[in-house]
């Protein structure tokens, strides 16, 4: 059965750096999400993405996150200058299109630790 | 502005138990309904959804949940619970446009031997 595969499981990074989150959604899907889930925390929208640009972002989505689909296959998140507070699980996930209805399918997370 | 609100943040049901799962969402238009759960470490799986037609949909695991409109409620149940059910559990909201799914705080559902 496809599945969403994310790459690292865990990244551990310093404060300040830059990290990027990748993401190989299901082949013939159109539509890409991050969301975010800080622990012990609900699951948290961060930004949606179609047809090669941002639908929707969530305030938490500010200038230091960015979205990239860089070929036909992966779709990034970068965060510019981590925080401690970029800490969390970041989940990606990806839809195939709105007709007939719709539900996203999630990878597994990648666990960020900024230290 | 779309909201999901789950009233329970801990339940515990002994093993064979009936298990209900409470879930209230606020949304302007027609919502689109999900139920996800998450094992200890690992993601988000899809246990049902509801987009229209049938208020009672079944999902994987011998969940099920019924969409109330006049109560803004999706909640789920499952006749039987077993030990393998210990998880948390997520109800969600959408809409048509598929921009975002918005989640509620989660359940946390213990099994009692």
């Known amino acids: 059965e496809p599945e969403v595969t994310q790459t690292p499981s865990h990244q551990v990074t310093q404060m300040g750096q830059e990290v990027i989150l990748r993401c190989v959604p299901i082949?013939?899907?159109?539509?890409f999400y991050w969301y975010r889930q800080i622990l012990g925390q609900k699951v948290e929208f961060l930004v949606s993405?179609?047809?090669?640009?941002?639908?929707?972002k969530s305030e938490i989505f500010d200038d230091q996150f960015s979205v990239e689909r860089p070929d036909g296959s992966n779709f990034t998140l970068k965060i510019r200058s981590t925080k401690l507070e970029d800490s969390a699980m970041y989940f990606c996930a990806s839809t195939v299109g709105l007709a007939g209805g719709w539900e996203q399918f999630f990878g597994p997370g990648t666990r960020l630790t900024v230290l | 502005a779309q909201s999901v609100t789950q009233p329970d943040i801990h339940i515990t049901v002994s093993e064979g138990a009936s298990l209900e799962l409470r879930c209230n969402y606020s949304y302007g238009a027609t919502p689109y309904l999900f139920w996800y759960v998450q094992s200890p470490g690992q993601g988000l799986q899809l246990l049902l959804k509801?987009?229209?037609?049938?208020?009672l949909v079944q999902g994987i695991k011998g969940f099920e949940a019924e969409f109330k409109r006049s109560q803004s409620s999706f909640n789920l149940r499952k006749p039987s619970v077993h030990w393998s059910d210990a998880a948390e559990y997520f109800c969600a909201v959408g809409d048509s446009s598929a921009s975002k799914i918005i989640f509620g705080s989660g359940t946390r559902l213990s099994i009692r031997p």
């Open positions: 082949s013939n899907h159109l539509y």
């Open positions: 509801y987009f229209s037609g049938d208020t």
């Open positions: 993405f179609y047809n090669n640009e941002i639908s929707e």
